[in-house]
Structure formats: structure tokens, C-alpha cells
């Protein structure tokens, strides 16, 4: 038994790294996401984490763990380390040099800084129409749910 496991083991961790990127592809992949800003996007979302915590009903000392791990060292690596699999999984190495090359550009920087807002503009013009359309056939929903 401990001989299948052990094998099952090597088998696992051999097989991870036939389909981990390639070093080079994987520093490309960690200088894209320093360069499109993730971490502050993860502060942005850590920000937008506290109300909802407090919606959730989490107590003070709750709400103190989950921000001290989500800012924590162990955390931000755990989620690179991740992040770098999600793209090396879906980008070729040419395409991530093409996404490089782009976002050093001042259109490229432009779009890293000016994408936040146009997302949030976005999600607010779509619930409108979707209020405006919709609107009506999720209220009768909601009467049949309260009936």
C-alpha cells in the first residue's frame, strides 16, 4: 500500500511538471501580471471584501484573520503561483509577448489605468438596461416566490 502510494506520489509530481511552463515563460507570465497591475487589483478587491464581510455577519476578529492572510506574503505567492498556471495555460509565449510589448506602450498603460473605470461604467449601464427590459419579468418572479 505505502509502494502505490509512493508511486502514486513520483507519478503526481512528475506529471506536474511535464505541463508546468517553461521558466522563461512563466517570468513572462509574472511580468505581465506586474505590469497590468494585479496587485492592485487585489487591494481593490480586498477593499470590496470588508462590506461584504459585514453583510456576511462576520465578527471583528473574523473579518482581522481573513485580511491579515488575503495581505499575507503565503497568500500573494499561493495566488501568483496560480495565476501563472491560469495564463500559462491559456496564452502561447508569442502571445504573451505580444501582450508585453503592448502594455509598455503609453496605449497599453492607458488601458491598464482607464480599464477599472470602463468596467465599472460598464456594469452600471448594463444593470440599467437589463432593469429597463428585465425589470418587469423578475418582479412577477418575485411575487411567485412569495405566494
Known sequence: MKKNILIFALTAVFSASLFAGSPAKNKKVEELLELTQWKQMMQSIDAQL???LGMLGASDAQKAK??????GKEFKTAMMAELVKVYDAKFSEAELDAFLTFYKTSAGQKWITTMPAVFQESMVAGSKVSEKHLGPIFQELQKKMKQ
Open 66 to 71: 481573513i485580511n491579515s492572510i488575503v495581505n
Open 50 to 52: 470588508a462590506p461584504a
